[in-house]
């Protein structure tokens, strides 16, 4: 997969994430609260700008403002991820910070699926995943963010 497969699919699922109501655009309120939800500063001036003369965004123009700003290279999405789920900012992603992260951008986990992400990267086995951890299990989950099959399970079973 290339660079530039791996940003779309990565621009598709951050609008996705950020498109709350699934209407196919974002609005002003929700580009502001997904941006809060994810600990991404915003400059609320051209935020403001950005909606002046239209109610939402369509994917396309969502492309154009992302790739405008230069600033979600996968290495940036990756560092913005990590920060939005390592909660107490130690450094480190725990099962309890991965199922209370997916339920603020409303996806609810079993306390097993948190464990089971967790253990599918914790390559120390200690029960947490560290940045280089968590960027094996970000990195395989970005391959396949347009497929609604993949599952923990399959995960294990190719044993990334």
């Known amino acids: 997969m290339s ?12 609008f996705q ?11 002003f309120s929700e580009l502001r609260s997904a941006c809060q939800k994810l600990q ?12 002046q003369h239209r109610e939402n965004i369509s994917f396309d123009e969502f492309c154009r ?3 405008d700003s230069g600033r979600h290279s996968h290495d940036a999405y990756f560092q ?3 920060r939005a789920f390592d909660k107490n900012s130690d450094g ?16 609810t986990l079993t306390d097993k699926q948190a464990r089971d992400m967790v253990k599918t990267a914790d390559s120390n086995g200690d029960g ?3 940045k280089d951890e968590f ?16 599952t923990i399970d399959s995960m294990q079973r190719e044993q990334i």
């Open 128 to 130: 947490k995943l560290s």
């Open 135 to 150: 960027r094996i299990l970000f990195n395989y989950l970005t391959q396949f963010t347009m497929s609604p099959s993949i």
């Open 92 to 107: 480190f992603i725990t099962a309890k910070e991965i199922k209370k992260t997916m339920k603020e951008l409303g996806e």
């Open 80 to 82: 913005e991820t990590f």
């Open 40 to 51: 991404m500063p915003v400059d609320k001036k051209k935020l403001k700008d950005l909606f």
């Open 65 to 67: 403002i992302i790739q």
């Open 3 to 14: 660079d530039q497969q791996i940003n779309l699919t990565q621009l598709l699922d951050t």
């Open 17 to 27: 994430l950020f498109d709350t109501n699934k209407d196919g655009a974002i609005s």
